[in-house]
Nanobody
Framework: QVQLVESGGGLVQAGGSLRLSCAAS????????MGWFRQAPGKEREFVAA????????YYDSSVKGQFTISRDNAKNTVYLQMNSLKPEDSAVYYC????????????????????????WGQGTQVTVSS
């Protein structure tokens, strides 16, 4: 079982940057694909970015590709999401998740969702981007 705790959210002006962190505890953290999702009010939770266990393969939704960067430090059991050039539409609660399965589309975008037997989420961290 993996426990996840997100941090780093806050209020930022449009064009600004934030770095989110997801600290994991529990066994076999380093073997999981880890990722970030977000949920805005009245909308479904959507995939943002994910990274494989070694950190050499990343997956992004097309809406954030080139704007967000995901990374991980297995020695610290932490996954990061660097968010640049933030826009008001990036405002949401951001959730970290472990044990993902990812698929690349032909357009260069990707989508990830919890793999069979996994449903591990953090409590979320609020990101608010003002215009």
């Amino acid at each position: 079982q993996v426990q996840l705790v997100e941090s780093g959210g806050g209020l930022v002006q449009a064009g600004g940057s934030l770095r989110l962190s997801c600290a994991a505890s529990g066994r076999t953290f380093s073997t999981y694909i880890m990722g970030w999702f977000r949920q805005a009010p009245g909308k479904e939770r959507e995939f943002v970015a994910a990274i494989n266990w070694s950190g050499d393969t990343t997956y992004y939704d097309s809406s954030v590709k080139g704007q967000f960067t995901i990374s991980r430090d297995n020695a610290k059991n932490t996954v990061y999401l660097q968010m640049n050039s933030l826009k008001p539409e990036d405002s949401a609660v951001y959730y970290c998740s472990a044990g993902l399965s990812c698929v690349r589309s032909g357009s260069g975008s990707s989508t990830c969702s919890p793999a069979a037997g996994f449903n591990t989420w953090g409590q979320g961290t609020q990101v608010t981007v003002s215009s």
